[in-house]
């Protein structure tokens, strides 16, 4: 289970047993003298070879004089130099360390740091992420976990800091919570979580102040969603496609657009999928739960902007009522598909999404997430989304924002060229270019449902889930996206 925390944000801490957590910089190692009365940690430093060289750590244990159990040295390198992302992954540092312990003090502001409140709540955001665990199925607990029915560890957080700190933890709890939910989706088993059950999660938004509407199949086919019906069709369980609104900026404004797939299982239909490492097809809604998550963040935190999430929930199953390579499908917008391969699902989904959502919102713009193509891991493996757009500026304000969050994106191209390469024989186009530039062709399929609407495709296949793990992220599902689309709308769209 994920450790829970209780934390709290003072400018002096009286010690009382725990942990202390002292943060430390090459130059200036050693514990405030409440800490170390005894001026045993920069001897043990010494001893240790303890360099405060960035995320290695010294733990001394029952410190001479020290009213504290443990002390935690962790360096931090250059703090002079630090971003964001750094104090993020100093948090889910400290979290690795310090196991079952009821209380913990962190001392921000040792010599040679000066940690503003933003920086404070960074370090908390990364204990949140980083202590997370996904052991719902489990039902033997490792004995160096987090006892189940344990109360939260209380962390206080010492810094001059502390009244900034404590408001701009408020934004970070917001996305702590709307990350650890796309997690859990993508974690979750597919017989667990369908369509419907998919859809309830994003209902439930509604107490944060979403408005949530959910289309079922027979609406569906009233607005002549035949492609994201024709990948449904297969699976006993029936379609959904989950509308959420947040109306937290002025009325006149018109909305930011975000749109995830939502294959909840995909065994690539009657194009069959290998059997090796089907199972990990579960995350193939991994964009989703990025948009369902990045929904949670803007309630919970109440942000000032005007935003619609569409998921498009489906599961592509490949029964006697599959479609078969060869169907063609009219999608909403009227245009003709030549299905090459079911197993090119995704982007059939998402025409019809994408098409739904510019027809009645009239968006600022509309960003698409995507599990959508093998291509772009063959690409940019697992550090880069790929990013595809028709628009400059919107790329380059998800880029900047990629490179704040440190979930990054990488651009790639789009081109005419490229758009020959799903004309059919048969159809307006086909659902697939082939192997040569896969990517690059779903992102130029998607592209033609779009209009003149500023719009961007980020596929993070190789980001949403078996990503590599990290201090903030010891997840098979990462929850990519949700922080990038926040600092998007962050730092660029909120009144």
């Known amino acids: 289970m994920s450790q829970k925390f209780d934390v709290s944000f003072v400018k002096a801490q009286k010690p009382a047993g725990g942990i202390a957590v002292v943060l430390q910089a090459p130059e200036a190692i050693g514990a405030p003298g409440e800490v170390d009365p005894a001026g045993v940690v920069a001897k043990a430093a010494e001893i240790g070879r303890f360099r405060a060289k960035t995320l290695k750590t010294l733990d001394i244990v029952a410190p001479q004089g020290s009213p504290f159990d443990r002390i935690l040295l962790?360096?931090?390198?250059?703090?002079?130099?630090?971003?964001?992302?750094?104090?993020?992954?100093?948090?889910?540092?400290?979290?690795?360390?310090?196991?079952?312990?009821?209380?913990?003090?962190?001392?921000?502001?040792?010599?040679?740091?000066?940690?503003?409140?933003?920086?404070?709540?960074?370090?908390?955001?990364?204990?949140?992420?980083?202590?997370?665990?996904?052991?719902?199925?489990?039902?033997?607990?490792?004995?160096?976990?987090?006892?189940?029915?344990?109360?939260?560890?209380?962390?206080?957080?010492?810094?001059?800091?502390?009244?900034?700190?404590?408001?701009?933890?408020?934004?970070?709890?917001?996305?702590a919570g709307g990350v650890r939910l796309a997690r859990d989706l993508v974690n979750e088993p597919a017989n667990v979580l369908g369509p419907v059950e998919f859809a309830e999660k994003a209902k439930a938004l509604e107490k944060l102040g979403v408005e949530v509407e959910i289309l079922t199949e027979r609406e569906m086919k009233r607005l002549g969603m035949g492609a994201l019906l024709g990948v449904a069709q297969g699976s006993e369980r029936p379609p959904r496609l989950a509308i959420m609104q947040w109306n937290g900026g002025k009325p006149k404004d018109r909305p930011l657009a975000f749109v995830g797939k939502g294959v909840v299982f995909d065994t690539g239909g009657i194009s069959i999928k290998p059997a090796a490492g089907m199972e990990e097809m579960k995350g193939d809604m991994g964009g989703a739960a990025a948009v369902i998550g990045l929904m949670h963040v803007l309630a919970a935190r109440k942000a000032k902007v005007n935003a619609v999430g569409i998921l498009g929930l489906v599961e592509n199953m490949p029964d006697g009522n599959a479609q078969r390579p060869g169907d063609i499908v009219t999608s909403m917008s009227g245009q003709t598909i030549e299905v090459i391969n079911t197993d090119a699902e995704g982007r059939l989904v998402l025409c019809d999404a994408l098409w739904y959502c510019n027809d009645r919102f009239k968006p600022q713009f509309m960003i698409n997430l995507a599990t959508l193509t093998g291509a772009i891991v063959v690409a940019l493996g697992a550090h880069h989304a790929g990013l595809f757009s028709n628009d400059d500026s919107l790329a380059a304000r998800l880029t900047a924002a990629g490179l704040a969050s440190n979930e990054r994106v990488w651009r790639m191209p789009l081109g005419k060229e490229y758009d020959k390469m799903i004309d059919s024989k048969f159809a307006d186009m086909k659902n697939t270019g082939g192997r040569h530039a896969g990517s690059i062709t779903a992102a130029q399929f998607l592209q033609r449902f779009v209009k003149d609407t500023p719009w961007a495709h980020i596929d993070i296949a190789g980001t949403a889930m078996g990503s590599p793990t990290d201090e903030i992220n010891q997840s098979w599902g990462s929850g990519f996206g949700v922080r990038l689309l926040d600092e998007l709308v962050r730092a660029n769209y909120e009144s």
Do not use: C
């Open 74 to 175: 962790l360096g931090l390198g250059d703090p002079a130099k630090m971003a964001a992302h750094d104090w993020l992954k100093a948090g889910g540092a400290a979290v690795a360390k310090l196991g079952d312990s009821d209380s913990v003090t962190v001392y921000l502001d040792a010599a040679g740091i000066e940690a503003g409140g933003q920086a404070a709540a960074d370090f908390a955001l990364g204990m949140l992420l980083g202590s997370y665990r996904f052991e719902t199925y489990k039902t033997k607990k490792d004995e160096d976990e987090p006892r189940a029915n344990k109360k939260p560890t209380k962390v206080a957080i010492v810094t001059a800091a502390a009244a900034a700190a404590k408001k701009a933890y408020a934004d970070s709890e917001a996305v």
